[in-house]
């Protein structure tokens, strides 16, 4: 490991600026950092993007775009091929919702396809968010798959084909390639993790039965394999790539295996045995995993060189030697590892991308602004409750403004919904029409059963806010289903190496201890392979877990002396998304609600337009 010395790095920093692609974004923060740790075989890993291709605006440790990031990889590129080496771009999905540049378009994602599709990504998967709906389900079987056509996996998804109405793969379910440089002979697969919300117009088939198919089985006796190579939309410590791994090491105890994973939205590197390793790389554009092999066999080959000490047509080794670097995007950091610098780094198309999103957020109108915010309101980097935590906002201030049926406005209401409906941070000053969608994205309306006791009503908080194994069930776990937040790890207690919980600390967090000056706050991550992993050198940083679920109580007595005078019934009154979960809660505590028992609340409002509304009404700029 290699760390630039600070006084270098800001040295580096002063000769010669460093601005974002984006004209309104902040330029980076230079920090003392990393390098990357090149290998026979390497790897860039993009997962849960969710929209975030313009980079984060408001903060410069991630102010990078998807143009960027092309430009960054064209010139690793460069690099590897002029050292006789080979470089793979992997992304694990999640690709949309979360973000204005997909969500304020209509149709959703007209802009962001074809951005996204500009990057030459050599194994790229679905994410659980691509099957919600059946129109952004369809959007990948006719648009993104053939952008990535033979790079485009799916091992354990299927569509109904919109024309003939036959189930048939997504895309294909593995491919077997040889690298150009090296000649490494891989076999890849692209799973999905065991997603039951899908639309109707998807299969998601379990992991468990994917493996025990015919091609499956087939393909893992394959004895001509240097590496598996296996990416997902699934986290690192799950059942369901513990089931991968042992499939393949029941076969195949020597070979390699690569695997790459999504979904919880963390910075993560777990280690399966001395030859198998997976690598979670973050979310929201904030992260660009880099990873590395040496020591790889490269029979596809016969006159392949190898970096360092591997020679010409290698066998394999004992131990293959295995790196990784969580890198921050921003253009500092992409400079620094590339050796260049703010004339140099940028290529035609990686300019002419950046250029493409900002003609989309100006078309989009993005930075028009509703309001101002008076404060930072935070997801976890505040406790709630508290003034700056965003849940004691919605909860406190937004719902019991909001929340009003006019047929229904005069019956006391309790009002649910889950914390993973809010997405992301609020920043003091503009609330633009990005805002909106970064901090709520989806189009959640409202239900609510009407005249439910008083006491049952105010229990099902405290249930949701449980992980009762008999309330909710593994396929059904309300962490499991909702929007993922960065400090969620979903970890299974099966035996075996794969289940060491990793520990990170998320960016959004208050640091209250002794800072060095020197230092910004931000990820410090430790994982299995110990505390370097990042690129950029952090101040560590404090968060707050949140609960699953906040509530309001609307039209109750302001002040109540006696139980009497409590309202005998509520309507209780929730976002669409976890209707699932109340019916359960309430069905536990032994009531007989059902789906016919629901109503449409607040016809035509979603949580998105109601907190955009509030903010119109409350937050004025100066």
């Known amino acids: 490991m290699i760390l630039r010395p600070l006084a270098e790095a800001l040295a580096l920093a002063s000769s010669s600026a460093v601005l974002a692609a984006q004209p309104s974004a902040s330029p980076p923060v230079s920090a003392p950092l990393r390098d990357l740790p090149?290998?026979?075989?390497?790897?860039?890993?993009?997962?849960?993007?969710h929209g975030w291709h313009a980079g984060h605006l408001q903060e410069p440790s991630y102010s990078a775009d998807w143009g960027d990031y092309i430009s960054f990889a064209e010139r690793l590129h460069e690099k590897a091929d002029n050292?006789?080496?080979?470089?793979?771009?992997?992304d694990t999905g999640d690709r949309i919702e979360g973000n204005g540049l997909y969500d304020a378009s209509d149709p959703k994602g007209k802009y962001t396809l074809d951005i996204f599709a500009k990057q030459n990504i050599d194994v790229i998967c679905s994410g659980n968010h691509e099957l919600y709906k059946s129109n952004s389900s369809e959007n990948e079987y006719y648009k993104t798959v053939p952008s990535f056509q033979g790079n485009y996996l799916s091992s354990n998804l299927d569509i109904f084909d919109p024309e003939t109405g036959d189930q048939r793969p997504l895309a294909q379910r593995y491919k077997k390639f040889t690298t150009k440089n090296q000649g490494i002979r891989i076999l890849a697969f692209g799973f999905l993790y065991d997603f039951t919300g899908n639309?109707?117009?998807t299969v998601v088939q379990k992991v468990e039965d994917t493996i025990k198919e015919k091609w499956f089985q087939g393909a893992i006796r394959d004895r001509e394999i240097d590496l598996f190579l296996v990416v997902g939309h699934v986290p690192l410590r799950s059942q369901e790539y513990s089931r991968i791994f042992r499939a393949i090491r029941e076969q195949q105890w020597d070979v390699p295996i690569q695997f790459f994973g999504g979904h919880t939205h963390i910075r993560d590197y777990a280690k399966y045995d001395s030859k198998a390793y997976a690598l979670e790389?973050?979310?929201?554009?904030?992260?660009?995993?880099?990873?590395?092999?040496n020591g790889l066999s490269t029979g596809g080959k016969s006159n392949s060189l190898s970096i360092k000490t591997v020679g010409p047509h290698t066998l394999r080794t004992a131990s293959p030697k295995f790196s990784r670097r969580y890198i921050d995007n921003n253009l500092f950091s992409l400079h620094h590892h590339t050796s260049l610098n703010e004339t140099t780094f940028p290529t035609a198309r990686g300019r002419?991308?950046?250029?493409?999103?900002?003609?989309?957020?100006?078309?989009?109108?993005?930075?028009?602004?509703?309001?101002?915010?008076?404060?930072?309101?935070?997801?976890?980097?505040?406790?709630?409750?508290s003034k700056h935590s965003i849940f004691s906002w919605l909860q406190g201030e937004v719902m019991p403004d909001m929340i009003r049926d006019p047929e229904r406005g005069d019956v006391p209401r309790i009002v649910l919904t889950n914390t993973g409906a809010l997405r992301f941070d609020i920043f003091k000053g503009p609330f633009t029409v990005d805002t909106t969608y970064t901090v709520s994205p989806f189009t959640s309306g409202f239900r609510y059963i009407k005249d439910v006791p008083l006491s049952i009503a105010k229990r099902l908080l405290m249930f949701l806010n449980q992980e009762?194994?008999?309330?909710?069930?593994?396929?059904?776990?309300?962490?499991?289903?909702?929007p993922a937040r960065s400090d969620q790890v979903i970890t299974y207690q099966e035996p075996g190496p794969i289940y060491h919980v990793s520990e990170q600390m998320p960016l959004h967090n208050i640091y209250t201890g002794h800072r060095d000056a020197d230092l910004q706050p931000g990820y410090t991550t430790t994982d299995d392979a110990g505390s370097d992993g990042d690129d950029t050198v952090h101040e560590p940083i404090r968060f707050y877990i949140v609960p699953n679920c906040v509530e309001s109580r609307i039209g109750f007595p302001s002040t109540l002396t006696e139980d009497s005078d409590e309202p005998s019934s509520v309507d209780v009154v929730y976002v669409d998304f976890i209707e699932s979960y109340i019916l359960l809660a309430l069905k536990f505590l032994g009531t007989?609600?059902?789906?016919?028992?629901?109503d449409v609340y607040m016809k035509g409002k979603d949580l998105t337009g109601v907190i955009a509304e509030w903010v119109k009404e409350h937050w004025e700029c100066e």
């Not at 090149?38 to 993007?49: A, E, R, S, V």
């Not at 050292?83 to 992997?90: A, C, Y």
């Not at 790389?281 to 092999?293: D, K, P, W």
Request: proline share 5%.
């Open 199 to 201: 639309s109707d117009n």
């Open 83 to 90: 050292d006789g080496v080979d470089l793979l771009l992997i």
């Open 38 to 49: 090149w290998g026979q075989l390497n790897f860039l890993h993009t997962t849960d993007t």
């Open 281 to 293: 790389s973050g979310r929201y554009m904030e992260t660009i995993g880099f990873m590395s092999i």
């Open 468 to 482: 009762v194994p008999q309330l909710w069930p593994e396929s059904q776990s309300l962490a499991f289903r909702s």
């Open 352 to 385: 002419n991308v950046s250029s493409m999103i900002s003609s989309a957020r100006k078309a989009l109108h993005l930075d028009k602004s509703y309001g101002c915010a008076p404060r930072d309101y935070w997801t976890n980097r505040a406790p709630f409750p």
């Open 592 to 598: 007989g609600y059902a789906e016919g028992d629901t």
